[in-house]
């Protein structure tokens, strides 16, 4: 194919690509925490982690503005496509996940990014909820995995937002993600169960079942100060939904990469941060080795991630048109 026939590579750049930001802030924030739990305040390896997902998030944040400018039809496209508008959160949920890790950096900085980040995801949520509720092209197919990221982005809210002071507004956001996340939990099982399989581009998204119950864990325990049963149901329902998953491992390894492997990263990444956190609590050994031991997995499917990645951009695999 010639290179006019496929365009530019700008104008087909999709906004999914902000998932890589979720998945390196989620490692960023679990080797943090794993490194707190050792006596260490802010390593090395938090330091670079740190600045790649920052660098990375400015990037990624520059080519979309670009592609905004220069081609806004094709985003008008993907905001108006039934699968790809769910993606758009991921730029908010990106800020606020940016928020957690500079936490321990600059409260200052962690605040703008938060403020920043829950302003932007709340008007995505009211877009994206208006969109369902008066939609002209979804389909029970176009349903998958990924709708639960603007109910995600509402539970993260809280993680910060408690340390920032802001209790009330983050009992807002909770109760906003945990409502979605009951709804569509409950029409993607349906979708799952009743329907044709999910597209094999689509499959990695099963993981994004993990991200809700694990960070609603988080956000709970950070509201509520301790943990109650309220908080192991999230817990356990996160565990439950990484065990069965991975049960499923050799159909996963089969697939062909897209970019949609990046969703992986960041529910593995919640459920080993939840799991540290339950150890931090209840100082039961156990959940330290889950918590760690998804850690390290974590670690090398974000290297093996990073590769594939960089691999398709330099074989122009990927930012090409549908089709």
Not at 86 to 107: G, R
Not at 129 to 158: D, E, F, R, S, T
Not at 165 to 170: A, D, K, L, P, R
Not at 244 to 271: C, D, E, N
Request: proline share 4%; aromatic share 16%.
């Amino acid at each position: 194919m010639s290179t006019e026939n496929r365009g530019s590579r700008l104008e087909h750049f999709p906004v999914s690509f902000f998932a890589i930001v979720m998945g390196l802030s989620g490692l960023t924030i679990g080797w943090i925490r794993f490194q707190h739990l050792l006596g260490v305040e802010f390593g090395i390896l938090s330091v670079a982690l740190t600045t790649l997902s920052t660098v990375t998030f400015f990037v990624l944040f520059i080519l979309y503005a670009a592609k905004l400018v220069r081609y806004p039809g094709a985003v008008i496209h993907e905001i108006h496509h039934p699968v790809k508008i769910n993606f758009f959160p991921a730029i908010s949920v990106s800020l606020l996940l940016l928020s957690i890790v500079y936490l321990s950096l600059s409260t200052t900085v962690s605040l703008y990014l938060w403020v920043a980040g829950a302003c932007l995801h709340f008007g995505f949520t009211l877009y994206v909820v208006n969109v369902w509720m008066h939609h002209k092209n979804c389909q029970i197919q176009h349903m998958n995995p990924a709708w639960l990221i603007p109910a995600v982005g509402n539970v993260i809210v809280p993680i910060a937002g408690v340390q920032h002071g802001f209790i009330e507004i983050s009992w807002m956001f909770f109760s906003i993600g945990m409502l979605f996340w009951m709804i569509l939990m409950t029409v993607i099982m349906y979708r799952i169960l009743f329907h044709n399989p999910i597209d094999e581009r689509l499959m990695p998204t099963l993981f994004i079942l993990i991200a809700p119950p694990s960070v609603g864990f988080i956000s709970y325990v950070g509201l509520n100060g301790e943990v109650d049963n309220l908080a192991r149901f999230f817990l356990y329902a996160g565990l439950f939904l990484t065990i069965l998953l991975a049960t499923k491992i050799r159909r996963f390894i089969r697939l062909k990469f897209f970019m949609s492997w990046w969703a992986y990263s960041f529910p593995l990444a919640a459920i080993s941060i939840a799991n540290m956190l339950m150890f931090a609590k209840t100082g039961i050994n156990g959940y330290f080795w889950i918590g760690s031991g998804l850690l390290f997995v974590l670690s090398g499917i974000v290297l093996m991630l990073a590769f594939k990645t960089v691999e398709a951009i330099l074989d122009r695999r990927i930012c090409l048109p549908e089709g």
